[in-house]
């Protein structure tokens, strides 16, 4: 089991020293859902949504949220980004949005948090903008899809048990 990088030998809570480490590039996706009434995804599907376009918002938002990790997480590193990309994969049957945040950069340092961050932020926009028509969507999945570069290697998230 791998330690917890970010104690140091008395337990106290620090930000990982990644000096040493070369600059390489990193990629993570991460995944979110959103579920909501029929009505709720016909409104976004048709944007028909009184505040706007629920999806070009949500993907602005992913965008600036993933840039600002380091902002919100405590321990996580400023980091160079240089791509962001927000997808969303609409489930028409199950009245669900599906969403995907893919983060790269060249650094020090994973990118895991912020695709996290970016999927998570999308879908807590898409409940803002829709909240009025459904106050009982439901934000769930998220999780680490894939992820490269840096020391651990490469992950990708198997299928569900």
């Known amino acids: 089991m791998a ?11 620090r930000m990982v020293d990644v000096t040493a480490k070369a600059a390489t590039v990193r990629t993570a996706v991460a995944g979110a859902r959103v579920r909501m009434r029929a009505e709720t995804f016909a409104l976004i599907r048709d944007q028909k949504v009184k505040k706007g376009n629920v999806l070009e918002t949500a993907r ?35 009245h669900a ?6 983060v790269r950069a060249l650094d020090q340092t994973g990118v895991e948090m912020e695709a996290l961050t970016a ?36 992950y990708k998230r ?3 048990p």
């Open 97 to 102: 949005i599906g969403i995907r945040a893919g």
């Open 60 to 94: 602005i938002a992913g965008i600036m949220a993933a840039k600002r990790t380091a902002d919100l997480i405590p321990m996580c590193h400023p980091l160079n980004i240089t791509h962001v990309q927000i997808d969303f994969l609409p489930e028409e049957e199950a």
């Open 3 to 13: 330690e917890f990088t970010h104690l140091d030998d008395e337990g106290r809570v």
């Open 119 to 154: 999927a998570a932020v999308a879908a807590l926009t898409i409940y803002d903008m829709c909240k009025s028509h459904d106050r009982e969507m439901v934000l769930s999945e998220i999780q680490l899809l894939q992820k490269s570069g840096g020391k651990s290697g490469a």
């Open 158 to 160: 198997g299928p569900h």
